[in-house]
């Protein structure tokens, strides 16, 4: 088997530089034999969840109701749906999205072991579609990289490159779908089949048959966003409290003015923001593995004792990381940090090759952690994590 779902003979590091945030790659047969882990109807009862996202788009145009005066030419529901639903949607021109179906799907956790090849982090969501004949979402443009996978059936992706403005834009819906789109490039993809797409390219996939695709979207933050997110952290960790103070005030000519020495005194405030290199990191590895729904993991009910849990897992079970736990880890001076869902976990003595290979993968057995388990701080870390929800033994879920 092939290590990445790459075209035969392109490196991971070619995709890298020829392509990743740059070009579209289509690439035949990503997943030769690709079965998908959802089938339909598990699909809709899963729209049919609270809890879970989800999103219908329905074509009106595309089924005879534009002609109809008052009929938006798209139309964007949001779930959870009644079960009713299906029995009332037209036979075509209608695609339903599930978010984050990875959390849901264990397979479709392991699907995304194949990107490994992009940092964990960048990673944001497993999104899969489902449209009869004739379903789309629109020709659109988003602002993150993605690689679309074909799950099921046939769909035609077509692509332009061209500039989108905020006026190409079908208006008064709250989908960004253009009202004119002219293709420069078109697949018609099959199971198995992946399209890579760089931000910004305008992509219309319209399904040929009953189909179903897994959007692997990537994480784009707005840079306003990451500086807000960054200066509210500071706030709460240790941004001065003391009042704004003038000893120095000197009788101006019109009391109306903002003077120099006031703008200067503020001006100093800001410059003087105690930021350093170590509170970016700690505050981003906290940010980018905070769950992206609120919903966090759930504890053991009753706490295994690290013994228990070491003879457990030496027996040959193995352990699977929660998906609603992002996990990810970066070096602080001769230390590592380790950050498990939008927290900083105390390392209490375990080893920096433990904390890799907890953030590296999502399975653990026994055998892999070999000689790390030694370490008893190790052992104890992973039972922690065990206890508080981030890792289950596979057999917990029965
Ligand atoms: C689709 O699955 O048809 C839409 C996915 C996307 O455009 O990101
Ligand atoms: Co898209």
Not at 56 to 85: K, T, V, Y
Not at 179 to 200: C, I, K, N, R, T
Not at 338 to 364: M, S
């Amino acid at each position: 088997m092939k290590e990445f779902p790459l075209p035969a003979g392109m490196s991971a590091e070619t995709f890298l530089s020829d392509y990743w945030q740059k070009k579209p790659l289509l690439i035949k047969a990503a997943f030769p034999a690709f079965k998908t882990p959802l089938l339909p109807d598990e699909i809709a009862g899963m729209a049919c969840e609270a809890g879970i996202e989800s999103r219908l788009i329905i074509e009106n145009s595309g089924i005879g109701r534009a002609a109809n005066d008052d009929a938006a030419p798209w139309q964007l529901r949001h779930g959870s749906f009644d079960e009713s639903l299906f029995s009332e949607l037209p036979e075509s021109h209608w695609t339903l999205l599930i978010q984050e179906v990875h959390q849901y799907v264990p397979l479709l956790a392991q699907l995304l072991e194949s990107f490994r090849f992009i940092p964990n982090w960048r990673i944001d969501d497993m999104m899969v579609s489902y449209s009869p004949v004739g379903g789309s979402v629109g020709p659109h443009v988003d602002q993150y990289d993605v690689f679309l996978l074909q799950g099921l059936g046939r769909k035609r992706w077509q692509i332009s490159t061209a500039e989108v403005n905020e006026a190409d834009l079908i208006e008064g819906i709250d989908l960004q779908i253009l009202a004119h789109f002219e293709a420069e490039q078109s697949w018609e993809l099959e199971v198995g089949d992946m399209l890579y797409l760089p931000p910004g390219v305008t992509h219309h996939g319209v399904a040929l048959e009953e189909s179903l695709t897994y959007s692997i979207g990537f994480r784009a933050p707005v840079e306003r966003d990451l500086i807000t997110s960054f200066v509210d952290y500071l706030a709460e960790e240790r941004l001065p409290t003391r009042h704004y103070r003038d000893p120095d005030l000197v009788l101006q000519q019109h009391p109306g003015e903002i003077s120099a020495a006031s703008l200067q005194h503020v001006r100093n405030i800001i410059k003087q923001m105690p930021v350093s290199d170590q509170d970016i990191a700690r505050w981003f590895g906290q940010v980018v593995t905070a769950s992206k729904s609120g919903d966090d993991a759930e504890p053991q009910r009753q706490p295994m004792s690290v013994d228990a849990f070491l003879s457990r897992f030496q027996q040959g079970e193995k352990l699977w990381r929660c998906e609603l736990s992002r996990f990810a880890c970066t070096a602080e001076g001769a230390s590592m940090l380790l950050f498990v869902a939008g927290r900083i976990e105390p390392l209490a003595g375990a080893t920096n090759a433990a904390v890799y290979q907890l953030c590296d993968q999502r399975e653990h057995s026994a055998e892999a952690w070999g000689g790390l388990l030694r370490s008893n701080e190790n052992g104890a870390l992973l039972c922690r994590l065990y206890n508080d929800g981030h890792l289950y033994f596979e057999n917990d879920q029965d």
